[in-house]
């Protein structure tokens, strides 16, 4: 799940960033970006969330966006395998924004609020009849955002 939101500030020491990009240095479109992680959850249950801040330059100087993106069913079960249910997304979100309010401050703190960016969709097809089949025939189906089309 990976969501998004425009940032009232951030952690300003280089330190507390795994990575800084910078592309187009001193021009109008120059932009910088920040990457790292935050530990969420407490103990065995710790899984890692990927926070990210970018500089998006406008026409009026620029805005800062913040990104975090991570495993619901990580979250929701950080020693499991299973899938996370529909209904614990929200929970998930809300303690992975809870850990990333150590690198950023969201203009809205509520993640309810934040943009959907990416959203992957699994299905356990233990309790489906042929499920060999099924899941075969969803193969060839066409994903215009995909980068690679696989199925599992």
Request: aromatic content about 8%; charged content about 25%.
């Amino acid at each position: 799940m990976a969501l998004s939101f425009p940032l009232r500030s951030f952690e300003p020491d280089p330190s507390a960033w795994a990575k800084r990009v910078e592309t187009d240095p001193g021009t109008p479109g120059a932009a910088l970006t920040l990457s790292g992680t935050v530990e969420v959850g407490e103990g065995d249950d710790q899984v890692q969330a990927f926070v990210g801040v970018r500089q998006v330059p406008e026409h009026q100087g620029c805005q800062w966006w913040g990104k975090v993106e991570f495993n619901p069913s990580r979250v929701a079960d950080a020693g499991g395998y299973g899938l996370a249910p529909v209904r614990a997304l929200r929970g998930a979100a809300d303690r992975v924004a809870a850990a990333a309010a150590r690198l950023v401050e969201a203009e809205d703190v509520d993640p309810g609020s934040w943009s959907l960016k990416r959203l992957d969709v699994a299905r356990d097809f233990e309790d489906v009849d042929q499920a060999a089949v099924v899941i075969r025939a969803l193969a060839p189906i066409h994903r215009p955002w995909a980068r690679r089309n696989l199925v599992h």
